[in-house]
């Protein structure tokens, strides 16, 4: 009974995995990384339109990155859009694609980066204790309504916290690869 209640909030906790993933590609290292500008949105005819919708990102160099629009009249918008994103790149263009060049990292970047990523994986974990939190509140309700015993609701608890840590132990995992790519020079 109470696994029924765990399987129905495991979403959640993959959410919060999936999440930070997704976060921690965006974060800068010493590598162009197209998930940088992917998701940043233009005007598309009058629609928001992710960049990887609208134009082909390439790496052509460690430190490079080569944005080019399928449509020419998308090139404007393109490169108002990594504009605004304050990349900390050296943005040109030259009439067919945008080339947004990377300076390298400095110590002091690493480092900052490094704060950001342990702030987004503390948001993974508390996406993960709330979905704990629900967790045990639905089953102390079950408990209360009489359909689990006392001891099937700690062996629930025990059970959920056993699932609680495998996905801590993920978040540090995906923080920890992410601190050795960006502390690589």
């Known amino acids: 009974m109470y696994n029924d209640i765990i399987e129905l ?72 859009a990594i504009k605004n994103a304050d990349l900390g790149a050296n943005i040109s263009s030259d009439g067919i ?8 990292m400095t110590e002091e970047n690493r480092t900052d980066l ?19 939190e629900e967790v045990w509140k639905e089953i102390q309700a079950e408990e209360k309504n009489g359909n689990l015993s006392e001891d099937e609701k700690f062996a629930g608890k025990d059970a959920l916290q056993e699932i609680v840590d495998e996905y801590n132990k993920k978040i540090e995992e995906i923080k920890k690869k992410k601190e050795e790519e960006t502390m690589t020079i």
């Open 9 to 80: 909030h495991k979403d959640a906790m993959e959410g919060a995995i999936s999440h930070l993933e997704k976060e921690a590609k965006k974060l800068r290292t010493g590598r162009a990384n197209p998930a940088l500008v992917e998701d940043l949105e233009i005007d598309n005819y009058g629609v928001l339109t992710p960049i990887k919708q609208v134009a082909n990102i390439s790496v052509p160099e460690a430190r490079q990155l080569l944005i080019q629009p399928w449509d020419r009249s998308n090139l404007e918008a393109v490169e108002e």
């Open 114 to 132: 490094i704060k950001i990523l342990g702030i987004k994986a503390e948001e993974a974990r508390v996406g993960v204790r709330a979905a704990r």
């Open 97 to 104: 694609a945008v080339r947004l060049v990377f300076p390298p």
